[in-house]
C-alpha cells in the first residue's frame, strides 16, 4: 500500500481526483491523522519488537516513540542475547496487596532476571517490574509497542507519493473511510455533508471492529493470550 493508492482512492470517492476542492498539503495532513487514529485505535497496525534495558528499581519508562505496550515476553539475559524465562503481566493493585514489592534490600544480592510487571493505559508511558533492576546488574527483556507511523506531510507531494506506508492492506479502507470523515467535516456546506462525514467515522470504526474479530488483538490484560498476525509488524 503506497500513498498514492490511498490518495487515489479517497480523491475519487470525494470527487476530487484534480484536488481542486481540498489542497494536495491537507490531504497528506488529514492522511498523517488518518494513520495516527488508526494506531490508536489498532495498535497491531504499527509494532516494533524492541530488546531494552531495564533502569534500576521498579518504575520503568517505554521508549519515546512508543505509543502503548503490547507486551514484555522474555527476559534477554545480561547481555541482551541470551533467551531467558518469559515474563508475566500481573495487576498492580494485587502486587501492592500481597507486598511490599517497591522496597528493596541494599544487602541482597541483585536479581538477574525480573518475573512479572504491570502496565496500565492510564500512564502509557510508565510500566513496572518485579523483582526491582539493580544498578551493578543488567537486566535486558523482549518487548513488543505500537508506534506513530512516519508522517507524509512533511515531504512534498511527488516525494510522498511514491512512500510506502509499513501497514498491512487490510486496514486500507479503514484510512480511506477516516480521511473521508475528515474531508467532509471540513467541507460542510450543508447537513448532507455532516451526515456523509458521520457515516464514514462510523464506517472507519465498523472496519476494525470487524476486523477486529479476525486477529484477537487488545491491550494485554493478566493472563490474556494474545496471538497478533500482522504482515505489517515490525521486528
Known amino acids: 500500500m503506497t500513498v498514492k493508492d490511498v490518495l487515489d482512492r479517497v480523491s475519487t470517492l470525494y470527487n476530487d481526483v484534480d484536488f481542486d476542492r481540498t489542497t494536495k498539503t491537507m490531504y497528506l495532513k488529514f492522511l498523517d491523522d488518518a494513520l495516527m487514529q488508526l494506531v490508536m485505535s489498532r495498535p497491531d497496525a504499527h509494532l516494533k519488537n524492541v530488546i531494552v534495558q531495564l533502569d534500576p528499581g521498579t518504575q520503568q519508562r517505554l521508549p519515546e516513540d512508543c505509543i502503548s505496550l503490547i507486551d514484555i515476553f522474555r527476559n534477554m539475559g545480561q547481555d541482551s542475547v541470551t533467551q531467558g524465562r518469559p515474563v508475566w503481566q500481573v495487576n498492580r493493585k494485587d502486587m501492592d496487596y500481597f507486598s511490599d514489592w517497591h522496597v528493596t534490600d541494599p544487602t541482597a544480592p541483585q536479581p538477574t532476571e525480573i518475573t512479572e510487571f504491570s502496565y496500565e493505559k ?45 501497514c498491512d492492506d487490510v486496514f486500507m479502507g479503514a484510512i480511506c473511510s477516516y480521511m473521508l470523515y475528515l474531508l467532509y467535516s471540513t467541507d460542510a456546506a450543508s447537513k448532507m455533508d455532516k451526515t456523509i462525514s458521520e457515516s464514514y467515522k462510523s464506517d472507519f470504526y465498523n472496519q476494525l471492529g470487524l476486523e477486529y474479530k479476525a486477529s484477537t488483538v ?13 504482515q505489517g509488524a515490525q521486528q
Open 122 to 166: 492510564k500512564n502509557a508511558k510508565i510500566y513496572w517490574v518485579s523483582p526491582a533492576p539493580g544498578s551493578d546488574v543488567p537486566i535486558f527483556v523482549e518487548l513488543m509497542y505500537s508506534f506513530a507511523f512516519p508522517p507524509y506531510s512533511t515531504l512534498t507531494w511527488d516525494s510522498a507519493l511514491t512512500q510506502s506506508i509499513p
Open 218 to 230: 487488545n491491550m494485554p490484560q493478566p493472563g490474556d493470550t494474545v496471538n497478533i498476525n500482522v
